[in-house]
């Protein structure tokens, strides 16, 4: 269970990310089934869906070998949604990224490597166009 979502795997590879706001599911091998019981919504190699507040977005297409990147020494996206870059780094850094509301439909398109943005957050707000304000728990970052 993500949040009020279940997520069948049905023999595959497939990353989930989430925030207070939005679930993502994306999948490189076989079949992830989103919500069984209620959508019974199949996700195929190379797809991806956000579920943002409990609805569904639209489906989008993936690069297979991005799904999980966030374990790599560098990240890269062609016209990724900041949430989903968001998620990714939040991990490689170790610490929680949160994106506002109005920041959610800003789209990415870079390689990042994590370890040149840890501890500045100026310099990643440069690199993504947003504002970034460094907490206790985190980043948030936010529309400019």
Known sequence: MVGAHRIVDAGTTFEVSHDEHAIRVEVAE???IVDPAVEALRLAPGQA?????GR???RELVARESVGQWRRAS???????LTRVAADLS??????????????DRRITATITPATVKGKPDEAAELFGVRIVAT????????R
């Not at 869906?49 to 507040?53: G, N, R």
């Not at 990224?97 to 920041?103: G, S």
């Open 30 to 32: 076989g079949m992830v």
């Open 49 to 53: 869906v956000e579920l943002i507040e």
């Open 56 to 58: 569904q977005t639209k």
């Open 75 to 81: 990240l890269s996206y062609t016209d990724a949604p």
């Open 91 to 104: 991990v490689a850094l170790g610490h929680s990224i949160v994106v506002d509301a109005a920041a959610r």
């Open 136 to 143: 206790s728990r985190g980043w948030i970052f936010y529309q």
